[in-house]
T-cell receptor, first 111, second 116 residues
Framework: DQQVKQNSPSLSVQEGRISILNCDYTNSMFDYFLWYKKYPAEGPTFLISISSIKDKNEDGRFTVFLNKSAKHLSLHIVPSQPGDSAVYFCAAPPGPDKLIFGTGTRLQVFP | GAVVSQHPSWVICKSGTSVKIECRSLDFQATTMFWYRQFPKQSLMLMATSNEGSKATYEQGVEKDKFLINHASLTLSTLTVTSAHPEDSSFYIC????????????FGEGSWLTVV
């Protein structure tokens, strides 16, 4: 049972436009969520997180929205830059400090 | 700079041999570390929780006798893949948290294991 899902395996966006990456979860007990960026053969890099008591968290070009009733969160990147091209994972903690990852979305930002 | 470091970055071993991967927390102590595995084009899957001074806790479906985890000090956890087979070829990543329960989880650079 996949508790964290990313239904879009890939996304292609033009530079300067908004990238929206989506994530759905099934466990309503998760109390925060994280987004990671990952390049091939490297460990994930933390981007942004959101607590379940909030519906929005913003950090520079990155904003994460949480819709608890829909069990859905999204990461918005605006404006998108070519350097944002990577695989993005959403994640949630089933326990202290360990994570369940979504399947990832490969973002490609083209000029 | 990196706060969690793994070694080696990549390793090739012959089928049937064992290989050890190290995960170190830099400048902080980690009583708990975590090991993940990622197959090509798949997600990162939690394998086990490494507990300093006690036995590791393995996720369902992970063979504890095959993936030996030792957390002998507060800054080092090791994963040993015993009697490796080609299907064990994967990208192994560890993580540690600066403070328990917070969103300060850092990942190592990962280790590519290829079993030939």
């Amino acid at each position: 049972d996949q508790q964290v899902k990313q239904n879009s395996p890939s996304l292609s966006v033009q530079e300067g436009r908004i990238s929206i990456l989506n994530c759905d979860y099934t466990n309503s007990m998760f109390d925060y969520f994280l987004w990671y960026k990952k390049y091939p053969a490297e460990g994930p890099t933390f981007l942004i997180s959101i607590s379940s008591i909030k519906d929005k968290n913003e950090d520079g070009r990155f904003t994460v929205f949480l819709n608890k009733s829909a069990k859905h969160l999204s990461l918005h990147i605006v404006p998108s830059q070519p350097g944002d091209s990577a695989v993005y994972f959403c994640a949630a903690p089933p326990g202290p400090d360990k994570l369940i990852f979504g399947t990832g979305t490969r973002l490609q930002v083209f000029p | 700079g990196a706060v969690v470091s793994q070694h080696p970055s990549w390793v090739i071993c012959k089928s049937g041999t064992s290989v050890k991967i190290e995960c170190r927390s830099l400048d902080f102590q980690a009583t708990t570390m975590f090991w993940y595995r990622q197959f090509p084009k798949q997600s990162l899957m939690l394998m086990a929780t490494s507990n300093e001074g006690s036995k590791a806790t393995y996720e369902q479906g992970v063979e504890k006798d095959k993936f030996l985890i030792n957390h002998a000090s507060l800054t080092l956890s090791t994963l040993t893949v015993t009697s490796a087979h080609p299907e064990d070829s994967s990208f192994y990543i560890c993580s540690a948290s600066l403070r328990q329960g917070g969103d300060t989880i850092y990942f190592g650079e990962g280790s590519w294991l290829t079993v030939v």
